[in-house]
């Protein structure tokens, strides 16, 4: 049975505070980093992989791409700006697919 780990992915600010969880983080420096960063995570038994708003703002295709996937699970997270409500959009479309109706 495979170790699956749980991996913190975004700008430095925002991250960093996870490690003292004993979660795996990731700074990157732009969204260009943190796309290269998505997909070797993929590639590296990582089951969940938070990943900063600001960064998933511009990772529309990486994210779609593991959508469907068992692994990994990509969670958005509000970034040290705040939320940008993409997060909880996604749950929202999520929780829509599975019952049917907008119960949010």
Known sequence: MANY???????????????????????????????????ELAKENYAVIYLTEQYAAGMGPEIARYKDELTPAIILIPGKDGSLGIGMANVKRAVERAVGADIL
């Open 5 to 39: 780990k749980i991996a913190v992915l975004g700008d430095k600010d925002s991250v960093l505070g996870f490690k003292a969880l004993g979660l795996s983080v990731f700074p990157a420096e732009n969204v260009e980093e943190a796309r290269r960063t998505l997909h």
